[in-house]
């Protein structure tokens, strides 16, 4: 598949989509939207595909936020259907069925931030600054940021960002929980490796499940919530996978997960 705005390698069971528009910092514009969805659903689909691995082009970026240029002309209805377009490509990659890691190398501004938050794993470069600074715009989050904020960080931390819109480091964005981790800049390849290298090496279907029980399980009633786990532990039980991690468990040897 050929993107003019993304670049797309392998690495083993590792994908890396890089959003590839360094001179507009990511900025993530209608056609870049639509090549991301492209790329997320091929990674979905892809069995050989275990982990995927986002991130940005160029010294400074992970994403700058959606493209302003682009959206200062758009009409209201115009509006409405890129907030929908972006939203769904963040439920595409948060409901993928595989872990998905950002690895945060520079400004996640708006968009940017949105769609780091619809990673599952966010690894930051100590020198990146987190934000969603719409309100500088006279706008609000549109792809998500407003319910994904408030989920990861809580209602106080979210309104904080969103009305402020003044963006927070790295090692305040640890603190508040959205990033899972923040390692000194020249560190970030290789900690992101390791990590991707540690999902690849785990049983998908019971990060699947983890994903599923967290994601969607997470957002039922308590008691739904549980019952959901349940049946996900239990569907854990028709894995090769689970017998090969028990039973290495209890013969002292490292288990080899194959996805059956
Ligand atoms: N949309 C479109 N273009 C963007 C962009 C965005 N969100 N963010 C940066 N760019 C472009 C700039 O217009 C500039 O393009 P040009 O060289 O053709 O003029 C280029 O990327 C480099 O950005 P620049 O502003 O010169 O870099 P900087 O280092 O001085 O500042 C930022 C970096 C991130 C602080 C600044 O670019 C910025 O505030 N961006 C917008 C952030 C934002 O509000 N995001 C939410 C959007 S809803």
């Known amino acids: 598949m050929a993107f003019s705005n993304l670049l797309v390698e392998d690495s083993g069971a590792i994908r890396r989509i890089t959003l590839n528009r360094p001179d507009k910092l990511n900025a993530l514009n209608h056609a870049t939207l639509t090549e991301l969805h492209a790329a997320f659903e091929a990674a979905g689909t892809d069995a050989d595909i275990r982990v995927v ?3 940005g082009a160029g010294p400074k970026a992970f994403v700058a936020g959606a493209d302003i240029a682009e959206m200062s002309g758009l009409s209201p209805v115009q509006a409405r259907d890129f907030s929908r377009h972006g939203q769904r ?17 520079g400004f996640a501004l708006g968009g940017g931030l949105e769609l780091a938050m619809a990673c599952h794993l966010r690894i930051a470069a100590d020198t990146a600054k987190l934000g969603q600074p719409e309100v500088n715009l006279g706008l609000i989050p549109g792809f998500g940021g407003s319910q994904r904020l408030l989920r990861l960080v809580g209602r106080g931390a979210a309104l904080e960002l969103c009305l402020l819109g003044a963006p927070i480091d790295a ?11 923040v390692v000194p800049a020249d560190q970030l390849e290789t900690e992101t490796q390791k990590l991707a290298e540690q999902l690849a090496a785990a049983a998908p279907q019971a990060l699947r499940g983890v994903l599923d029980t967290v994601l969607t399980g997470g957002e039922a009633p308590l008691e739904a919530g549980l019952d959901y786990e349940t049946q996900a532990f239990a569907l854990a039980f028709s894995t090769e996978d689970m017998k090969e991690g ?4 209890l013969a002292r040897r490292k288990p080899q997960f194959t996805g059956r």
């Open 171 to 181: 090692t305040r964005a640890a603190q508040l929980g959205l990033v899972t981790r």
């Open 246 to 249: 028990t039973g290495a468990f």
């Open 53 to 55: 691995v986002l991130t």
């Open 89 to 105: 490509l963040m439920s595409r990659i948060e409901q993928l069925g595989k872990p998905v890691l950002a690895m945060v190398n």
